[in-house]
């Protein structure tokens, strides 16, 4: 019974790793999707990433505690035609949650503003959920 206890618990130890790995290399190429999507001002594709039954949404002078995609849509749009073309990196990317069931995202955004000649910095943290094997943002905070 020990014996069989043990390689239970030497089985199960290896996988989650791997399962995290996976996870986490899964949630890196949603990180990239959202990314690309905010550079390009994509927000039909950003919308397609969003939880269905709502994001919290916090944008500099404007803060939302739940609201549905369609809105979140909406507000991003408004936002973003503030600002001219800019680059996005994904700066880091991380599982949080035992399971690996929830995770988030740092993506910087280097953009100009009309009035300004020095480039605007902002850092967009992205707030993920797995279910249904689906990874979809739940939260989007803007901060200069």
């Known amino acids: 019974m020990t014996i069989l206890l043990m390689a239970l618990a030497s089985l199960t130890a290896g996988s989650f790793p791997a399962a995290a790995s996976f ?12 990314a690309y999507a905010w550079s390009e001002k994509d927000v039909e594709a950003l919308a397609g990433l969003l939880a269905e039954d709502g994001i919290r949404l916090h944008l500099p002078d404007e ?22 073309a800019g680059a996005v990196a994904v700066s880091r990317v991380s599982l949080s949650g035992g399971a690996g069931e929830k995770g988030f995202a740092e993506i910087r955004w280097r953009t100009s503003s009309p009035g300004l000649s020095d480039a605007v910095i902002f850092t967009v943290f992205v707030g993920f959920v797995q279910a249904d094997g689906r990874w979809t943002v739940t939260e989007i905070r803007v901060l200069y």
Not at 69 to 75: F, M, S, T, V, Y
Request: cysteine-free; proline content about 3%; overall charge positive.
């Open 23 to 34: 996870h986490q290399t899964v949630l890196e190429g949603e990180a990239e999707k959202v």
């Open 63 to 84: 803060e939302h505690a739940k609201i549905s995609p369609r809105q979140a849509r909406a507000a991003i749009s408004s936002f973003l035609g503030r600002y001219g």
